[in-house]
């Protein structure tokens, strides 16, 4: 990001001061991210300021605004190590039923609004369309809080995974991670199978990409060495 960017929306918003609008609750979860699209100041906003647009109860919501922008094939350079960093944070509070927190280096990062709100337009009509296929309280015997947090958790991971110029790297994680946000607003055990399962399709592409890069670079190395 622009140290220009950081430093005039450091000096015109200290911490503590300027927080967004809540997001408005509408019928879908759709309406609510769209309200906080809408939402974005003009300028730069902070990742802390985007947690406190949705509160503690809409950490889930929140979620899946994080993962919009990788709804498309290449995101934006940089954004899936802090992004995917507050989604880790979250999951694991999730897990052990704690308050989110944090730390100041990702809290205090300021993302230029013009370029998040241009992404996140884009991710969520590919939203609205995963958000038809759940369904409240669905295969209930699927669901499992500890067993979704955990999920999370490796999609986070995975999100963070240094692959972000190569397609699909960070859109199959966000897919994973829509699914199990989802999954855990509405309760729907079909949703978390799906998260599941694409968690496991993104470990199976990335060890693809591992082994094609360790076979393109031991194939450099014959013909550098002549043999």
């Known amino acids: 990001m ?13 911490p503590g001061e300027g927080h967004l609008p809540p997001a408005a609750t509408g019928d879908t979860v759709s309406e609510r991210l769209k309200a906080a699209i809408n939402g974005l100041p003009p300028d730069g906003v902070r990742l802390s300021e985007l947690r406190d647009m949705f509160g503690q109860d809409g950490l889930m919501v929140f979620t899946i605004f994080l993962v919009i922008p990788f709804m498309v094939p290449v995101s934006i350079p940089g954004v899936s190590t802090v992004f995917g960093a507050a989604i880790l944070l979250i999951g694991i509070c999730r897990l052990f ?8 280096r990702f809290a205090e990062r300021v993302l230029p609004s013009d370029k998040l709100r241009l992404a996140l337009t884009k991710g969520l009509d590919f939203f609205r369309k995963l958000e038809r296929y759940t369904r409240p309280h ?39 991670i829509m699914f199990l946000a989802l999954g855990m607003l509405q309760r ?23 082994a094609a890069g360790g076979g393109l670079i031991y194939m450099l190395f014959q013909k550098s060495t002549g043999h």
């Open 2 to 14: 622009g140290t220009d960017l950081q430093e005039s929306a450091a000096t015109a918003r200290e």
């Open 97 to 104: 039923k704690r308050n989110l927190w944090l730390p100041r």
């Open 138 to 176: 669905r295969l209930h015997g699927l669901f499992s809080e500890a067993g979704a947090s955990c999920a999370l958790i490796l999609g986070a991971v995975l999100l963070m995974a240094p692959f972000g110029l190569i397609p699909f790297s960070n859109t199959l994680p966000g897919i994973a």
């Open 188 to 210: 729907d055990g079909g949703s978390i199978l799906l998260g599941h399962l694409v968690n496991l399709a993104t470990i199976v592409y990335f060890g693809f990409l591992i």
